[in-house]
């Protein structure tokens, strides 16, 4: 980032004064960050952030895109049950970036971290033509605790927290400042500009043998057909079951469910789970004061691979794997 200022001063501003992580042998200032392991299982992921594609500068301020950044990543580790504990950042910083905007994308990133005492361990700050910000996480879950994808069986309860589309919806009134003056205008662009990922709601569940769980990145049809697939099995929904905000309701119909079924970045939890063991997820919500919504079933799949059917109206269809492409 020789275009802004010293790199190594750079470096210096967002450098933590210490670290939290017991597990942290050397976080920033060497070749390489050293991790000790453990018992524990580590899941790592890894997630990128382009302007222009992902983000505009007149919808998200540098905090906001810090902050989302490092909450698209913990909320991939929420999706695989884990503890969040470090991440890594490397920014391609495009010369019509000062140095005080970047620095707001790393308080960003540390507000949200700092919820779960996650340590910036490493990273690289390079020059290029539009910014980009690629986050790194790391986190750990008990031996064999993973949440994978390919858990979901037959008979399985599905569920949801929190309510969908909300993002797409804030999106909306950022991009259309006065198409709705409404009540709920902030509370929909803070889910945009600021999600807050459902780590401490995916870590009560961790007494639970088996669990199949997914994050919303893509959208409900999107992540229900990546958990169908990948466990083989058909899973039935219902669309009067989707929880979606009182605000959304100020919107056309057709936005809603385009909104709540195909929009994405709400980053809530999709799961499934036994019927014996729907109890003690809903326990979990409780406790952790997470909103959490049975909208299906799963069954045994009825063709060649596993599809997600979505009834409305008594009328049960097939619900496509399609995303939603804000800027494209
Ligand atoms: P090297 O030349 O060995 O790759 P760098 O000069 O790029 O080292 O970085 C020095 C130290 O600063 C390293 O520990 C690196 O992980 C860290 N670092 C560089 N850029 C960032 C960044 N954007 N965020 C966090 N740490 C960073
Ligand atoms: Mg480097």
Redesign the pocket.
């Known amino acids: 980032m020789i275009l802004l200022m010293d790199?190594?001063l750079?470096?210096d501003s967002?450098?933590p004064k210490s670290y939290r992580q017991p597990s942290v042998q050397q976080?920033?200032?060497?070749?390489?960050?050293v991790i000790r392991q453990t018992a524990q299982d580590m899941v790592i992921a890894v997630d990128t952030m382009v302007e222009g594609i992902h983000f505009l500068k007149k919808t998200m301020s540098p905090y906001d895109i810090g902050f989302k950044s490092l909450a698209a990543n913990v909320s991939d580790l929420a999706a695989m049950g884990a503890a969040p504990a470090c991440y890594?950042?490397?920014?391609t910083v495009s010369p019509d970036w000062k140095t005080a905007d970047v620095q707001d994308i790393?308080r960003g990133m540390k507000a949200l971290g700092d919820t779960w005492n996650m340590d910036?361990?490493?990273?690289?700050?390079v020059t290029g033509g539009e910014l980009s910000v690629t986050v790194t996480v790391l986190g750990f879950t008990q031996r064999d605790r993973a949440r994978y994808r390919f858990n979901a069986q037959a008979g399985d309860v599905i569920f949801v927290t929190g309510t969908l589309g909300d993002s797409q919806a804030g999106l909306h009134l950022l991009m259309n400042p006065n198409s709705h003056s409404e009540r709920f205008h902030g509370h929909l662009t803070g889910r945009h500009q600021r999600p807050m990922p459902r780590v401490d709601f995916s870590l009560k569940l961790a007494h639970i043998k088996r669990l199949a769980l997914n994050d919303i990145s893509d959208g409900l049809a999107s992540e229900a057909n990546e958990i169908a697939e990948r466990s083989d099995v058909d899973m039935h929904l219902e669309e009067a079951c989707i929880p979606k905000h009182p605000a959304l309701a100020a919107f056309e119909p057709e936005l809603q469910t385009q909104w709540s079924l195909y929009g994405g970045e709400d980053y809530e939890l999709l799961g499934t789970v036994s019927t014996q063991e729907w109890d003690d997820v809903q326990k979990a919500a409780q406790l952790t004061g997470t909103p959490v919504q049975k909208i299906g079933i799963v069954k045994a799949k009825s063709g060649e691979q596993g599809r997600v059917y979505l009834k409305k109206d008594g009328i049960s269809r097939l619900l496509q794997k399609k995303g939603y492409n804000h800027f494209k």
């Open positions: 790199e190594f750079f470096i967002i450098r976080g920033i200032g060497d070749d390489g960050a890594l950042v490397s920014v790393f910036l361990i490493g990273g690289d700050t």
